[in-house]
Structure formats: C-alpha cells, structure tokens
C-alpha cells in the first residue's frame, strides 16, 4: 500500500495562493491516480480535483474551483501538488490528498480512494 503526508496548509489573504503537497512513500507512485478533497466545518468531505496515472495524465475538477487550482504531479519525487489561487473564504478547510485504487480515471468519488493523507488546515480570511 501506499503511505500520504499531506503539508502545505496555512492561513491566507482572500485573492493569495497557496501550494499544497502530498508525499507519498511506499508502492510505486505513478501506478496511482490522486485526488484532492476538503471538509469544511459542519460539512461533508467533498472532491476537490484528480489527476490519473503517469503517463498521459488526465484531470478532474470540481466545478468551484475550476480556473483556480491547479492539480499536478511529479513521478520523481513521488509528491502531489495542488496549486491555489485567488483564494475565497469558502475555500477554508482540511484539505486530504487521496490514491485511488482506479490508476486510469481521474475518479471524483471518495469510495475508489483507499489511502488518504492526515489532512492539512487551510484558513483563508475574507
């Protein structure tokens, strides 16, 4: 299996950016799709965005946060990026990195992600 360590989190401006990662150890990384979800306070954990196996990679993104993240990967380090820009305040919560155990789709549903990271804390202030 594989082991997650999501880093990256922090407190931020509206309109700032931030840069998640996701380091993943374990199996061989570019065998896994990878996912981005977040959970709000009092809300459901939701999809954020999804990237498939190397090579050919293709992405998924939920419909908010389209044109302003951007999901990536690199195979030789073994680590998940998820770029933030302009930043909302909805945009605030424990974002978790995610491998699928579906390599060649980029899956938005939470039951094809066995193995999740601990989740980092993002703050963004209105």
């Known amino acids: 299996q594989v082991q997650l360590v999501d880093t990256g989190g922090g407190l931020v401006q509206a309109g700032g950016s931030l840069r998640l990662s996701c380091a993943a150890s374990g199996r061989t990384f570019s065998n896994y799709a990878m996912g981005w979800f977040r959970q709000a306070p009092g809300k459901e954990r939701e999809f954020v965005a999804a990237?498939?196996?190397?090579?050919?990679?293709?992405?998924n993104y939920a419909e908010s946060v389209k044109g302003r993240f951007t999901i990536s990967r690199d195979n030789a380090k073994s680590t998940l990026y998820l770029q933030m820009n302009s930043l909302k305040a909805e945009d605030t919560a424990v974002y978790y990195c995610a491998a699928s155990n579906r390599p060649m789709a980029a899956s938005i549903q939470e039951v094809f992600y066995p193995y999740w990271g601990q989740g980092t804390q993002v703050t963004v202030s209105s």
């Open positions: 990237i498939s196996w190397s090579p050919g990679s293709t992405t």
